[in-house]
């Protein structure tokens, strides 16, 4: 049942969606995420927080919409992947430290506590490995390119 195409085809759709909803709704306000960020007080050097506070949303967005389209899937659910454990490091050592504090995940949108969206982070985790193990290619676009490219080269 995990291999099912149509499932591997929600969880695509899930994961790529929150992926793109976050990110976008940071899109807006990246100096305050990096405030957020610096908050949590797990990278030692605050060009570290920067760089990760402005390079996330971009990246959310651009692996939400490589899951969705169905595009490079095993980088993009790999790399979805290591950025949700950040996330699941960063809440856990805040949350071993007594510190409640806004998670910043989906920006002024939808401000919530770190500690009500570690569950979604391990939900979350659970999808991206269904699509890392699973590669399901329907209604994929990488496969669909794949053959394409193969074809045309045969062709020549």
Known sequence: MLTHRYLTLFTRFALGGVFIFAGAAKLGQLQGFVQIVNEYQVFPYYSFVQI???VLPPLEVAFGVFLVSGLLLRISSSLSILVLISFVIAKSM???????????????????????????????????????????????????????RALRATSL
């Open 52 to 54: 990760y506070g402005y």
């Open 94 to 148: 805040a949350f071993a430290r007594g510190m409640e504090m806004p998670c910043g995940c989906f920006g002024e949108v939808a401000v919530v506590l770190g500690s009500q969206t570690l569950a979604l982070d391990f939900f979350l985790l659970a999808l991206a490995f269904q699509i890392l193990f699973h590669r399901g290619e329907f209604l994929a676009l990488g496969p669909w390119l794949k053959s394409r």
